[in-house]
């Protein structure tokens, strides 16, 4: 049972440009939660989607950056017009099930904006 | 809203000894999650053990074993017999049960050094 996947895992970035990270939960995983690792810092909560639907959007910056999870597919992180603060570690989480859920991580993408 | 606080930023220990992390944390709520992730230089996330606070037994998964004191909101983490690979920054989380709520909130995060 393949784990949690997220590509890219390196992404350089010019300020300005957009990024976009992907992340694939693990199979049967119905729960996404995104995550930012600032350097030296704990993860900090960003979004928790459900397919085709955003449950908890409490942590994301209110500008530049949105998520979706859709029917078919990867979830998205797309943070638009990057800027040297958005340079962190994004990790992606998965769940199966409301009750009895350990969110298992992905490896991360670690961004890099010049 | 619920914090999680670790304050020791970094603890060592000689190999094959016991070294505990400490582990506080804030909520209303009397029903929740507890966690204590890895994350070693790969800086991959990896779930160590994990506490149901409905539980009064203490979680145990080999050579980790958890201290959850519930009443003083406490939640440290011993590892015995320390080995070269338990190297990693330590991470405890508290996770609401509550639907919709489920997002893991973080300590700082412990830096863990084991000297041969």
């Known amino acids: 049972n393949a784990g949690v996947m997220q590509n890219p895992r390196h992404l350089v970035r010019r300020r300005g440009q957009e990024a976009r990270l992907r992340c694939s939960p693990m199979?049967?995983?119905?729960?996404v939660y995104w995550y930012r690792q600032l350097p030296e810092e704990g993860l900090k909560f960003m979004v928790y989607l459900q397919k085709e639907n955003i449950i908890d959007e409490s942590g994301m910056p209110k500008e530049r950056f949105s998520a979706e999870f859709p029917k078919e597919g990867p979830s998205i992180l797309r943070i638009q017009q990057v800027v040297r603060g958005d340079s962190a570690a994004y990790f992606c989480?998965?769940?199966?099930?409301?009750?009895?859920?350990?969110?298992?991580f992905g490896p991360g993408t670690r961004l890099t904006v010049l | 809203a619920q914090t999680v606080t670790q304050s020791q930023p970094e603890m060592s220990v000689q190999e094959a000894e016991t070294v505990t992390l400490s582990c506080t944390y804030d909520?209303?709520?009397?029903?929740?999650?507890l966690f204590w992730y890895k994350q070693p230089p790969s800086r991959q996330m990896i779930l160590v053990i994990r506490?149901?606070?409905?539980?009064?037994q203490n979680a145990t998964e080999n050579r980790f074993s958890v201290n959850f004191q519930k009443a003083a909101k406490s939640f440290s983490l011993k590892i015995s017999d320390s080995q070269l690979g338990d190297a990693a920054m330590y991470f405890c989380?508290?996770?609401?049960?509550?639907?919709?709520?489920?997002?893991?909130?973080f300590g700082q995060g412990t830096r863990l050094t084991i000297n041969p």
């Open positions: 909520t209303s709520e009397s029903d929740y999650y």
């Open positions: 506490q149901e606070a409905y539980k009064q």
């Open positions: 989380a508290y996770r609401s049960i509550i639907q919709g709520a489920q997002k893991l909130v």
């Open positions: 989480a998965s769940s199966q099930n409301l009750d009895t859920d350990t969110q298992y």
């Open positions: 199979k049967g995983h119905s729960h």
